[in-house]
């Protein structure tokens, strides 16, 4: 749920969490852990119309983005502790990505515009 | 001895040219705990059958011979191991143990760093998002482990795709794969022969959460799509300096996941385990034998001893030293006694 709010462009109500979420979870239910992630602080909510709109509270300080980027310098070694979605690519690889999804791109794409 | 000692070189050798092709082709999870088995077996029996033949060479030495009182002569008829061989065994074990410390020190030093970083992280819960544009995303080893994950990441996916991410990440928390990766770095500080297989296991560990976020998601294509569009964003975001570094481990996946998953077979699996207790059985032959050798050269001294002592000491026996071993000695004992 806090994945989603973050990848929102602005803040969201509760209805509009609930339909960038995969499981099928229902309203009552994103209502609840909406509130329990603000009691925690970890979003922050505005009164907009009748409800709520909500958005993931913000590191200010911002010292986090540094710090994970800091962990990240000076792989090879640290590697063996952090496990990366995903490693670099090399332009040779990036050209087979780039055909590979294409092949493939038909139900991504699509499901992308769905939502 | 003269043969078994070698035999454990030859099954690293073989496993390590053979196991990282194989691996690949096989379901992740049983390849990746068969990658950790074959090289902590193979790391032993590395420095076992140094360690013997590096032992052969050093036993040769008179004042260590004296310590241990054995028959320097008794030995070298009967040593099967060249002194260059033994000397150069005593150097690898040696540069091995002394890279294995370095690598273990630095191991333990990043782990507690990250778990220091999971417990500074904001939030409560596993997830971490980083304000951040640059898309970045890994686990964090902790004590709960965390995901991190930036913002910059989480919009160049799409809902499913998010979803994917965060449960590749989950799955790499759960079967606590940073314990693997440190297993394959420190057999491979070892021996630098293991290092295929570390670099074999860090792709073994992303296939098996890739699989594990396809079960949970129910889609391999959208995994596919996610791992794909993740490294294709951060590839726009900084170009890495040190290319190709990872030789497509990203399209591997890629492909891997747009195909059926991968058939179980039992044949690599039965294959290698053969290989692994070969080697097991092998160091324990060379074991035994140096044992019986360094048994037969102490007695040769023993036998050498009481006959040039035997005569001026007959008297004083009592004091001879317990110096000879068991029964030979305590035969000699008796005899004089009587």
């Known amino acids: 749920m806090l994945a989603a709010l973050w990848a929102a462009d602005g803040p969201l109500p509760a209805r509009r969490v609930r339909e960038r979420l995969t499981g099928d979870l229902a309203y009552t239910t994103v209502l609840t852990i909406l509130s ?22 913000r590191d200010e300080a911002s010292h986090t983005a540094q710090r994970m980027r800091s ?45 | 001895m003269l043969i078994s000692v070698y035999v454990p070189f030859v099954v690293t050798a073989t496993l390590t040219v053979l196991a990282p092709r194989m691996v690949r082709r096989l379901p992740p999870r049983p390849a990746a705990w068969a990658l950790a088995c074959a090289a902590l077996v193979t790391a032993v029996g590395w420095t076992g059958s140094l360690a013997l033949l590096a032992f052969t060479g050093v036993a040769q030495i008179p004042q260590i011979a004296e310590e241990g009182r054995w028959s320097v002569a008794a030995l070298r008829a009967e040593d099967p191991v060249y002194l260059v ?49 640059t898309p970045l995303a890994f686990a964090l080893p902790g ?24 449960a590749h990440e989950r799955a790499h928390l759960r079967g606590r794969h940073h314990l693997f990766q440190g297993l394959w770095r420190l057999t491979a500080a070892l021996n630098p022969l293991l290092r295929p ?5 860090g792709f073994v560990l992303e296939r098996w959460a890739d699989e594990e976020a ?22 726009g975001a900084s170009r890495p300096t040190a290319l190709a570094v990872t030789g497509g481990a990203v399209p591997q996946r890629v492909r891997a996941l747009l195909a059926p998953p991968p058939a179980r ?49 007959a008297a004083d026996d009592q004091r001879e030293p317990d110096f000879c071993c068991g029964g030979h000695d305590r035969l000699q004992r008796g005899r004089h006694r009587a």
Do not use: W
């Open chain 1, 36 to 57: 329990r992630l603000h009691d925690k602080g970890m979003v922050v909510r505005h009164r907009e119309g009748r409800g709520y709109v909500y958005e993931p509270a």
């Open chain 1, 71 to 115: 962990l990240l310098e000076g792989i090879p070694d640290r590697e063996a502790v952090l496990a990366r979605f995903v490693s670099e690519l090399s332009a040779q690889d990036e050209h087979v990505l780039h055909q590979l999804l294409s092949e493939h791109g038909g139900h991504g794409e699509g499901e992308r515009r769905k939502r």
């Open chain 2, 85 to 133: 061989v033994a000397v150069g065994s005593a150097l690898v074990l040696t540069a091995g143990i002394v890279s294995l410390g370095v690598a273990a020190i630095r191991q333990a030093r990043h782990l507690i760093r990250a778990r220091r970083e999971c417990a500074d992280l904001p939030g409560e819960i596993e997830l971490a998002v980083v304000d951040d544009d």
């Open chain 2, 143 to 166: 004590a709960p482990g965390r995901i991190v994950v930036s913002r910059g990441m989480l919009r160049c996916l799409g809902n499913d795709e998010r979803e994917a991410l965060l």
């Open chain 2, 197 to 201: 297989l570390a670099a074999a296991g």
């Open chain 2, 214 to 235: 396809a079960e949970r998601v129910g889609d391999r294509t959208v995994v596919a799509h996610a791992v794909g569009r993740a490294a294709l964003a951060s590839a």
């Open chain 2, 265 to 313: 077979r039992r044949l690599p699996f039965v294959t290698g385990g053969l290989l692994l207790a070969v080697c097991c059985a092998s160091l324990a032959n060379a074991a035994s034998d140096s044992d019986h050798m360094m048994d037969s050269a102490h007695r040769v001294l023993c036998a050498a001893h009481v006959s040039t002592a035997s005569a001026p000491r």
